[in-house]
Structures are given as structure tokens and as C-alpha cells.
């Protein structure tokens, strides 16, 4: 009889999950739409807080001057100019850049303007923080006022060290770029005072380029100034003590030399040509010596004299006659015979001019021989000299190196003295030229315009923070979101069908948090937790009176999945649990019998949440027995039905007693009781459809007594507040109900919100092109409220 029934998720697979993508752009766009009403709140809030601070901020206005700093423009008070390069630049700069920001400079701005006695610049407008760190600083002061009492002076040096401060904090000094250009720029509540103090610094800025080069060519100039006086002492004391010592040891000079090392290099030089004369001397006699050993005939052969030799002209006029005889002598031998007379006389002239030629040869050696000696003696006398010249001038040499020593000190300091002489006169020029190697290329004008607070970009920054807290906000309430929103979470999370929407009928109750809200904002009391009963009638005609409707439609669906599902069940007995109460379930209980009835079946609407009765307690007049008296055995079970004349349908409330008393009885022991078995047995022998309202499964136990009795069970989770992890881990700890479950409805559905949870694609996005098969009585929905 009690046929159990096939789990949707046995029947039907779950959804395949798509494979994970670095993007879901359908789900961005579709958080994105949801969310863009909290957004825009959050933007619109930023806007008027940015509006807000527009309104009460402080208008500053800013100056700007802009300084070139030129080392072309000391060029000509400088004979060298100094070699740049880019690290040089850097660093220049960098050192500009710290001399504006320094408060040596700021002192003698607010000294030259009078700054310490301006009001703007000594309080100007302050910041609400800046406000409560004065209120405080006041309040810390209150202890020291007893203390020391602070003197005129004091007290203006104080002013004058806090206007300092002040205009450092305001000031802003940066590099163009990476020109040689230092921007300045000063922001003020007074234009006229933040233009003044921007021209102020920067001529306070050239002053003190100015002053800074004066005093160090005037440091540089009294120092140099003394080192010269003792220089010049020390080098006149010097150049006398080097010729003290010449004049003590003999050291005569002569063109810059001593005399003995200038006859020393003389005699060097004569013995160097007397040494070449003797070994030419000595060529020229070997030569001839040679030339006459050889004999006489061998000697006229080789009598060939040059020109170089000295006079020779008679040698070489005997060697030609000499030569043309023998060759008179060759001919007329050849022509006439050795022994014709003329040969014989030629031959004996030839042998006579042979015996001339060798007497000059004779005369000429031993000229040369004397030539040879005299040049020999000539060098030997010179080398006596040289070695008496360099005895006499080794004693001089000793006493040279110590002049020389001195010689050098003196030349030193003469030229140390000349160098320190003329940087000193360098000095004493540069001083005079009252250059700056800095210039104003921008002057300071006075602004017309604030420069802060930049409305434009207050508001866009308002916007852009509003849209960047929104959408944190969102993500937050995204991340948080836990809740059931489309029937694919149904399907995805539990694994069950679902039947459909059950749109929110009339406004959503409030909850106890949002009364004790409510009565924390506005100061009232809070809102009662409890309602009026609605009349049973009204909560369980609503599918009738709507038939026409997705309210209907999603009641026909679980009719039709409860008939397939359940088929061969000659009755069938569904259960409707819930989570939590307040889900709606007996409004889903009331119209889902309704329909039952409507279509003809026999149906019995069975009120079984004994702790929490809300059909019960809809039914007017107040019934006087019910399901409790039938169960403990004071009435019989058909004495408490009550049947709707309208729809036909059964009624079974709780009971009165019940009603009257929050828990007079064990619910659970009674459902799971015989009795209620029985009672179920004779209810499937007389209806069709036996429709049981049972209590949540979170708080109470009854539904899993009642499990065992049920063909099956229609879920019901409210639509975004019921958390799908409790109803997953309910149902996976109680396998026998899970098993049972038909199909879930998602009640208290936001209609007009249900679509924004959708991707692109699903059905819910296409709801209003349903419209046509659907007929809504919203009349009928504004007057009646959920239960």
C-alpha cells in the first residue's frame, strides 16, 4: 500500500556543471544588473558626501614661479667655465630643490614679510581632525599653565618659527622634468598672499646665491690673503739661503753652470774630435803602409788615391802616363814583337815613371805617419785634462747636491707663492661681480581661479570611491549569498526537481531583527510579531481564483509530477516540509489540496504541525476537536473533518485543545503512534489525496516520525532566505525523507527580482514573454498575505 517512490534524482541526473572559466561574463552581467541599484545608492551617497565637501571646504588658491638656474651666466666673471654632465645637473638640482624646502630660507621670507604677525598665514583653515588635534593640544596645555612664563622674545621667535613651518608645509618645489628648471609654488587661502610669498622666496632664493658667493670669495680672499704674507717669507728665506751657500762653497755659475762642469764638457768635446782625427790619421797611414809593402810593381798597381787623400794631382798624372805607356807598349808588341825598339824604349819609360809613383807613395806614408802621431799626442793630452778637471770638480759635485736641494725647496715655494697670487687676485675680481647663476623665467602672478578643492575631480573621485564601495558591497552580499534564487540551484545543490515559483503574495512580514531595527532608527515601539489570522478561505482559493496564473501553474506542475512519480498508488499520501518555519508551507499545504480537490479528487487536507497549527488556526469559527482528540482516542477521526463547500475539500485541523496550549502533548510520539498509522490506513481508503502539513525539519523531530506514513514529500524553501547548506545537510541526514522528495517549490519568490538572478539563456530571463499564457489576479495577490 504504501508504495514508495522513486527519488527525482535517481530518475534524473544531476546538472552537469560547466567546466570552470576564468570569466562567467552571463553571471558578471547578470550580478551586475542585480546590483546596480546598490551601486548607484552607494554612488549617489559619495556624490553628496563629495557635494558636501565641496560646500564647506576651504577655497586655496596657488602661485607659481618657475627658476632656471644658468651656469652660462657667471661666464664671464669666470676665466674657466666649471664642465657639466648629467649626474653634475642631478645633482645641482637636487641641492636647489633642498635650499628652497630648507628653513633658512623660510626664515628670512617670513623675516622680510613680516609673516610672524599674519594672521592668514598663522591660523589658517583648519580641517575638522586639525580641529580636534588643537582642541586636544588646548587641553593638554591646561596642565602646563603654571609653568615658566615665556618672554616677549620668546614668544615671537616662537610666531616666527611656526610661520616658517606653516609656508614649508605649503610650499610645493619640484624639477621640470628633467630640465634646469625648479618649479615653486605656494597655495593659499588669500591669492594675493600666496603670490607674494611665491616672489618672495624667489628672490630670498637669488639673494642667496648671491650672498653665498660673496662670503665665499670673502673667506677665500682673507685666507688666501694670509697664506700669501707667509709665502712670501718663506721663499725670500729660501732664495737667501741658496746663495749664502754658494757663496760659502765656491759654486761660481756661469750661464745657469758652475764654471768646472762647463771646462769639464769642453774638454769632453775636444777629446771626442781629437779622438776621431787619430783614427782617421791611423786609416789613412795603414793604408799607404800597406799601399808600400806590397813592392814597387804591386804599389803603382795599386796607387788609386781619392780626392779625399789630400793633394795627389802628381800620384795620379804619373798613374796616367804610367797607364797610357803600357798601353802604347801593348800595342806595338802586338804589331811588332817584345824585342822592336820602340817597345823596348817604352818599356823602359814605363818602369821609370813606375819607380816615380812609388817614391810619392813613400812620401806620403811617412807624412801621413807624423799626421798619426801628432793626433795621438794631441788625444793623450787632452785625457790629462779631463782627468784633472774631473778630480778638481768632484769636491764642488758634493757640495752641488745640497745647493741643488736647495735650489728646489726655493723654486718651490716661489711657485707655490705665484699660484696663491694670482687665486687671490681671481678672488678679489670675482668679488666684485654681483652675479647669481640663477634667474626668474615665470613670474609669480596672482590667481583668479582655486586650485583646490578641484570640484570636477572631488566629484569624479566621490563617484568612482561610491562605484568602488558599491561594488565591494555587492560583492560582499554576492559572496554572502547562500540562499535559493533559481531552480537550477535546486537541481545543482540538492538534486531534486523543482516544480517552480510561488510568487510573494501581499508585503513580506518582517522578521524580529528588522522590528527591533526599526525601533532603534525611528525610536518607536516595536512592531507586534504577530498578525491577524487570515481566513482560511482566502489562503486556500488563491490557485482558483488565479487559475490562469504562474502562481497555478507551479501547483499543476507538482500535481502532474506527484501523479507520474507516484503511479499505481491507489491513494496517495504527500507530505509538505520545510526547513524553517515561516517558509509558507501551509499556504503551499491549503492550495495544493485546493487544486487536488478542484480537479475532481478526494482530497483531505490534513493540519499535522501540532506545535505551530497555522491552518488550524485560520479556520473560523475555531474547530473543538481535530487530529490530537482523534489520536489520544477522545473522538473518532471523521467527527473533526471540516469540508470546504466550495472546493470540496477535507479539512483536518489539530484540535481545539491543541490550539489552546503551546505543547500539551508529545507531537512526535503521536504521529509515529499507531494510531495516526491507522488514521492514515482509513484516510487512503475514503480520499485520493491525502495532503499533510507537517512541522519544519530543523526544530522539531515530527516530520521524521511522520516520514514513514508519507508516499511523498514536496519541499518548500523561501525563495532567498532560506540557506541552501541547511536544507542540503537536512535532507542528507535523513536519507528516508531525501528519498521521498517529489519535487521543491521555491515560495515567497520576488517576481520582479527573479529574473536578475538568471544568466543570460535561462528561462527565468524570458518570464515576461510568458505573460501571455498567464492571466494574473493581482487584485487577489495584494489582499492576501503569506502566511
Not at 551617497?45 to 602661485?63: N, Q
Not at 618672554?151 to 610645493?172: M, P, T, V
Not at 583668479?448 to 570611491?465: F, G, I, M, R, Y
Request: hydrophobic letters at 40%; glycine letters at 6%.
Amino acid at each position: 500500500m504504501n508504495q514508495r517512490s522513486l527519488p527525482f534524482n535517481s530518475v534524473v541526473p544531476r546538472e552537469m556543471e560547466e567546466p570552470d572559466r576564468f570569466i562567467d561574463l552571463d553571471r558578471l552581467f547578470s550580478v551586475i544588473v542585480r546590483r546596480a541599484r546598490l551601486v548607484g545608492a552607494f554612488v549617489v551617497l559619495f556624490l553628496a558626501l563629495g557635494t558636501v565637501y565641496l560646500v564647506f571646504a576651504t577655497a586655496f588658491y596657488t602661485s607659481m614661479t618657475q627658476i632656471l638656474l644658468d651656469e652660462n651666466l657667471s661666464k664671464y666673471a669666470e676665466e674657466e667655465a666649471t664642465p657639466q654632465n648629467s649626474q653634475l645637473l642631478d645633482t645641482q638640482m637636487a641641492s636647489a630643490v633642498e635650499i628652497l624646502k630648507s628653513g633658512e630660507l623660510a626664515l628670512r621670507v617670513v623675516d622680510k614679510m613680516n609673516l610672524d604677525d599674519n594672521d592668514t598665514v598663522l591660523n589658517p583653515p583648519r580641517s575638522p581632525f586639525g580641529v580636534v588635534k588643537d582642541w586636544l593640544r588646548s587641553v593638554t596645555g591646561v596642565f602646563s599653565f603654571f609653568g615658566p612664563e615665556i618672554s616677549e622674545e620668546a614668544a615671537r621667535n616662537g610666531r616666527r618659527q611656526k610661520a616658517a613651518a606653516l609656508i614649508q608645509q605649503g610650499l610645493a618645489v619640484e624639477r621640470v622634468n628633467r630640465s634646469s628648471v625648479i618649479s615653486l609654488a605656494y597655495g593659499s587661502s588669500d591669492p594675493q598672499l600666496a603670490a607674494a610669498i611665491v616672489r618672495g622666496y624667489a628672490d630670498a632664493y637669488l639673494n642667496d646665491q648671491l650672498n653665498a658667493n660673496f662670503d665665499a670669495t670673502e673667506r677665500a680672499s682673507v685666507w688666501l690673503q694670509e697664506r700669501l704674507a707667509d709665502l712670501r717669507q718663506r721663499s725670500q728665506a729660501a732664495s737667501l739661503e741658496v746663495e749664502k751657500y754658494r757663496s760659502e762653497n765656491g759654486l761660481t755659475l756661469a750661464r745657469g753652470e758652475l764654471m768646472s762642469e762647463q771646462q769639464l764638457a769642453d774638454l769632453n768635446s775636444q777629446l771626442i774630435i781629437a779622438q776621431a782625427d787619430t783614427a782617421s790619421a791611423s786609416a789613412r797611414f795603414k793604408q799607404f803602409q800597406a799601399i808600400v809593402d806590397q813592392g814597387p810593381e804591386t804599389a803603382v798597381k795599386n796607387a788609386t788615391i781619392s780626392a779625399k787623400e789630400g793633394d795627389n794631382s802628381v800620384i795620379r798624372e804619373l798613374r796616367t802616363r804610367y797607364l797610357a805607356v803600357s798601353k802604347r807598349e801593348q800595342e806595338v808588341t802586338q804589331s811588332f814583337g817584345a824585342d822592336h825598339p820602340q817597345a823596348v824604349s817604352l818599356r823602359k819609360e814605363r818602369s821609370d815613371i813606375g819607380r816615380q809613383i812609388f817614391q810619392e807613395l813613400q812620401q806620403l806614408t811617412a807624412s801621413y805617419r807624423n799626421e798619426y802621431e801628432v793626433a795621438r799626442s794631441r788625444e793623450a793630452s787632452l785625457r790629462e785634462n779631463i782627468e784633472g778637471t774631473t778630480g778638481r770638480n768632484s769636491d764642488a759635485n758634493l757640495s752641488l747636491v745640497h745647493l741643488r736641494e736647495l735650489e728646489q725647496k726655493s723654486a718651490a715655494l716661489k711657485t707655490l707663492y705665484e699660484t696663491y697670487l694670482n687665486r687671490y687676485e681671481q678672488a678679489s675680481q670675482q668679488r666684485s661681480f654681483p652675479i647669481a647663476k640663477a634667474r626668474v623665467i615665470s613670474a609669480a602672478g596672482v590667481p583668479t581661479a582655486p586650485s583646490s578643492p578641484k570640484k570636477t575631480l572631488v566629484l569624479a573621485l566621490s563617484a568612482v570611491l561610491g562605484m568602488m564601495a558599491g561594488g565591494a558591497f555587492a560583492a560582499f552580499q554576492e559572496f554572502r549569498e547562500r540562499t535559493f534564487r533559481l531552480e537550477s540551484d535546486v537541481r545543482s545543490i540538492l538534486g531534486h526537481r523543482s516544480f517552480g515559483y510561488v510568487p510573494l503574495i501581499g508585503p513580506r512580514q518582517p522578521t524580529t531583527t528588522d522590528r527591533v531595527r526599526a525601533h532603534l532608527m525611528k525610536g518607536k515601539t516595536p512592531l507586534p510579531t504577530t498578525q491577524a489570522a487570515v481566513p482560511f478561505e482566502r489562503v486556500s482559493r488563491i490557485v482558483l481564483d488565479a487559475p490562469r496564473s504562474s502562481f497555478a501553474e507551479t501547483f499543476r506542475n507538482a500535481k502532474l509530477a506527484c501523479d507520474r512519480m507516484l503511479h499505481g498508488n491507489g491513494s496517495r499520501v504527500i507530505g509538505i516540509v520545510s526547513a524553517v518555519p515561516d517558509e509558507g508551507k501551509s499556504i503551499i499545504a491549503a492550495n495544493f489540496a485546493a487544486l487536488l480537490a478542484a480537479s475532481g479528487k478526494k482530497t483531505l487536507l490534513i493540519d499535522a504541525d501540532i506545535r505551530k497549527p497555522g491552518l488550524s488556526q485560520m479556520i473560523n469559527p475555531p474547530p473543538k476537536t481535530g487530529l490530537v482528540e482523534a489520536l489520544i482516542g477522545e473522538t473518532s477521526w471523521p467527527a473533526g473533518i471540516k469540508i470546504d463547500q466550495k472546493t470540496k475539500l477535507a479539512i483536518f485541523p489539530v484540535g481545539g485543545e491543541a490550539g489552546a496550549k503551546s505543547e500539551p502533548y508529545d507531537s512526535h510520539e503521536l504521529l509515529a503512534s499507531p494510531a495516526m498509522a491507522e488514521l492514515i490506513d482509513n484516510a487512503r481508503k475514503s480520499f485520493d489525496y491525502v495532503v499533510v502539513d507537517l512541522a519544519a525539519l530543523a526544530p522539531v523531530v515530527d516530520a521524521k516520525a511522520f516520514s514513514p506514513l508519507a508516499d511523498g514529500f514536496i519541499y518548500v524553501a523561501e525563495w532567498g532566505r532560506t540557506p541552501s547548506r541547511l536544507v542540503r545537510d537536512l535532507l542528507n541526514s535523513e536519507p528516508q525523507i531525501n528519498g521521498k522528495i517529489l519535487g521543491v517549490i521555491l515560495n515567497k519568490t520576488d517576481m520582479n527580482e527573479l529574473a536578475k538572478y538568471s544568466d543570460f539563456g535561462g528561462p527565468e530571463h524570458y518570464r515576461h514573454r510568458f505573460e501571455k499564457y498567464y492571466v494574473e489576479n493581482a487584485g487577489t495577490y495584494r489582499r492576501t498575505e503569506a502566511a
